[in-house]
Nanobody, 121 residues
């Protein structure tokens, strides 16, 4: 079992930045690829970004490419999502996810509880 706890959400003006963190505990953190999803108000949850367990491969949804950066520190059992040039359409609850495999497949085994990000115009 892996427990994931997100932090770093909040209210920011358009054009601003936030860094989300996801701290993992339980089984060996480094064995999982990690990802971020988000759920905008009234919409379904969507994929945002993912990183392999070595950090050697990252993937992003096209709408955040060039603005968001996913990274991880396996020594701290933490994955990050640096979000720059935020837009109102980035407003959502952001969820951390652990994949079943060491490279991202979208087979999510564990979810965090979510952290709210609100971007004002």
């Amino acid at each position: 079992q892996v427990q994931l706890v997100e932090s770093g959400g909040g209210l920011v003006q358009a054009g601003g930045s936030l860094r989300l963190s996801c701290a993992a505990s339980g089984r060996t953190f480094g064995a999982y690829a990690m990802g971020w999803y988000r759920q905008p108000p009234g919409k379904e949850r969507e994929f945002v970004a993912a990183i392999s367990y070595t950090g050697g491969r990252t993937d992003y949804v096209s709408s955040v490419k060039g603005r968001f950066t996913i990274s991880r520190d396996n020594a701290k059992d933490t994955v990050y999502l640096q979000m720059n040039n935020l837009k109102p359409e980035d407003t959502a609850v952001y969820y951390c996810a652990a994949d079943r495999f060491t490279t991202w497949t979208g087979t999510v085994y564990f979810w965090g509880q979510g952290t709210q990000v609100t971007v004002s115009s």
